[in-house]
């Protein structure tokens, strides 16, 4: 491990070490149950990893006007747990119930801890750690386990995930959703990994309910340069496309239950 990976690790656990000493068992940080429908409702959850969160107000702000319903940070940016404490109070939305904000990359049950009583309302890990789905499920807050194979996602659906993180993705595509999801379709799963618009739509066609975008949407060169238009618009061209698969399969879903023979039906589409 190089110095600047040491320092980083080092900021990291003493944010958890003074934050987690306000951690009690009461503390509550929203309704579960609205905040999983919110990250539903939008289909679209970025990643927010980036060496400086100094301007994670303005990009929060640029992800929300572009119709995102639901931002996580991650415990590998410098600062996260002070950024997260900083969206809590100052973005509304978050507040409100309209938006969902989230802590990724939390490895083990004290980031989950730490980001919990920094005011995140859901969790998300890259690996299945078992105590970190219990304690999340235990502090009635939505737990997102990263997993790869169907024993992994099932086993992680079992221990109480709200949804269960396919990571990565890349390596897998669409077509394994599809394959996971025919003998297990009370499963909900969110590919993260390689996600982009050229293949998001194709993800929620294969039974996704949200698509996890990192680099793709929340790039380093467009906060560098405050360019929140960009990160608007890219976040609109996200949500657009989540909304037409959804309303074709939705569409699709119509003309079967009508039951119009197959020749048809594809004209009508």
Same mark, same amino acid.
């Given at each position: 491990?190089?110095?600047?990976?040491?320092?980083?690790?080092?900021?990291?656990?003493?944010?958890?070490?003074?934050?987690?000493?306000?951690?009690?068992?009461?503390?509550?940080?929203?309704? !579960?149950?609205?905040?999983?429908?919110?990250?539903?409702?939008?289909?679209?959850?970025?990643?927010?990893?980036?060496?400086?969160?100094?301007?994670?107000?303005?990009?929060? $702000?640029?992800?929300?006007?572009?119709?995102?319903?639901?931002?996580?940070?991650?415990?590998?940016?410098?600062?996260?747990?002070?950024?997260?404490?900083?969206l809590r109070e100052t973005a509304s939305a978050f507040a409100e119930g309209a938006a969902a904000l989230g802590m990724g990359s939390v490895l083990n049950r004290e980031m989950a801890a730490a980001?919990?009583?920094?005011?995140?309302?859901?969790?998300?890990? !890259?690996?299945?750690?078992?105590?970190?789905? &219990?304690?999340?499920?235990?502090?009635?807050?939505?737990?997102?386990?990263?997993?790869?194979? !169907?024993?992994?996602?099932?086993?992680?659906?079992?221990?109480?995930?709200?949804?269960?993180?396919?990571?990565?993705?890349?390596?897998?595509?669409?077509?394994?959703? $599809?394959d996971v999801l025919a003998p297990l379709p009370h499963l909900k799963l969110m590919p993260t990994g390689g996600v982009g618009l050229e293949n998001a739509g194709e993800f929620i066609r294969a039974?996704?309910?949200?698509?996890?975008?990192?680099?793709?949407?929340?790039?380093?060169?467009?906060?560098? &340069?405050?360019?929140?238009?960009?990160?608007?618009?890219?976040?609109? $061209?996200?949500?657009?496309?989540?909304?037409?698969? $959804?309303?074709?399969?939705?569409?699709?879903?119509?003309?079967?239950?009508?039951?119009?023979?197959?020749?048809?039906?594809?004209?009508?589409?």
């Open positions: 491990m190089n110095q600047g990976s040491a320092r980083e690790l080092t900021g990291i656990r003493i944010q958890i070490i003074l934050l987690t000493d306000f951690v009690h068992e009461g503390a509550c940080v929203g309704d !579960p149950k609205r905040t999983l429908q919110v990250i539903e409702e939008g289909g679209v959850v970025p990643i927010v990893r980036l060496p400086d969160l100094a301007q994670v107000a303005d990009l929060a $702000r640029a992800l929300l006007d572009g119709g995102v319903t639901a931002v996580e940070l991650t415990m590998t940016s410098p600062g996260a747990l002070s950024a997260l404490s900083l980001a919990i009583s920094g005011g995140a309302q859901f969790i998300v890990a !890259p690996l299945l750690d078992l105590p970190t789905v &219990a304690y999340c499920v235990e502090r009635d807050v939505p737990v997102m386990p990263g997993a790869f194979t !169907p024993t992994e996602i099932q086993t992680a659906w079992v221990a109480g995930a709200a949804v269960v993180k396919v990571f990565p993705a890349t390596r897998l595509g669409p077509g394994y959703f $599809r039974g996704a309910v949200a698509v996890g975008v990192g680099s793709a949407l929340a790039r380093k060169d467009w906060v560098a &340069a405050g360019n929140w238009l960009a990160l608007t618009e890219q976040a609109r $061209r996200f949500i657009a496309t989540v909304r037409y698969e $959804r309303n074709h399969m939705n569409h699709s879903s119509d003309i079967a239950l009508a039951g119009i023979p197959n020749k048809e039906a594809r004209e009508a589409e």
